[in-house]
């Protein structure tokens, strides 16, 4: 993994930073970052809350995105592993999923979520969300 990350100002612009995101679909995964590529982000991936909890060993991004329903770890579980370690618990965690329900969404909440994107999610209303999350 590179340290440092080509930028793409986005009409003026320049954002900066780093997001992981975990999801079990390889096309979710590539949606997510050319979308977050174009905003200028560093994207970080992970396919389950197990593998994103290795891949984020001694790293700290500025943001996670994470789907609920995914093999060995789900994004409850993984909200809940990472909201224990000191380093994130202040971490802004977005739950991007096809679940809609309150009952979910609470549960997210109850996790420790920041937020929550329904997919399909559309690029411009993900750049909202992580704008509210971030600044």
Same mark, same amino acid.
């Given at each position: 993994m590179?340290?440092?990350?080509?930028?793409? $100002?986005?009409?003026g612009n320049s954002v900066?930073?780093?997001i992981m995101t975990v999801d079990d679909s390889p096309s979710m995964r590539m949606l997510l970052r050319?979308?977050?590529?174009?905003?200028?982000?560093k994207v970080?991936?992970?396919e389950d809350g197990l593998q994103a909890l290795d891949r984020l060993g001694g790293l700290a991004p500025d943001l996670l995105i994470t789907d609920i329903?995914? $093999?060995r770890l789900d994004g409850f579980g993984l909200i809940e592993k990472l909201r224990e370690q000191d380093r994130h618990r202040n971490l802004p965690i977005l739950v991007l999923?096809?679940?809609s329900s309150d009952e979910k969404k609470q549960r997210a909440r109850s996790a420790g979520a920041t937020g929550w994107i329904v997919k399909p999610f559309h690029?411009?209303?993900?750049a909202a969300a992580i704008r509210r999350v971030l600044h």
């Open positions: 590179t340290q440092s990350a080509q930028r793409i $100002p986005n009409e900066s930073g780093t050319a979308a977050l590529t174009d905003l200028g982000y970080l991936e992970a329903n995914m $093999p999923t096809t679940e690029p411009d209303k993900l």
